[in-house]
């Protein structure tokens, strides 16, 4: 079944994070671009996080995504929806 496939992955999301990312960099160093260029880790993230409300609230839930109830608070409200999607 697709729907629990995808909420059983999402429940290791944030362990993964924490493990693989969050414990070795510094909060400080998330908005800096690597050298050689390439992503953040902050836009990383926004990247995952926004996949990861898509797939659990619209294809689990059947709900509209989270941040669209809070694009305004974070700053992102006058960018296009479909900013942060692509790979």
Do not use: Y
């Not at 697709?2 to 960099?25: G, P, Y």
């Not at 800096?32 to 609230?57: K, R, V, W, Y």
């Amino acid at each position: 079944n697709l729907q629990t496939w995808i909420a059983s992955d999402h429940a290791t999301i944030a362990t993964r994070f924490e493990a693989a990312i969050a414990a070795h960099v510094p909060i400080e160093l998330w908005k800096q671009t690597p050298p050689g260029g390439g992503s953040c880790i902050a836009g990383l993230l926004f990247h995952m996080t926004l996949h990861e409300d898509l797939a659990i609230n619209t294809a689990v839930r059947n709900e509209a995504p989270i941040i669209d109830q809070h694009r305004q608070l974070i700053g992102i409200d006058q960018l296009a929806k479909s900013t942060g999607l692509s790979e």
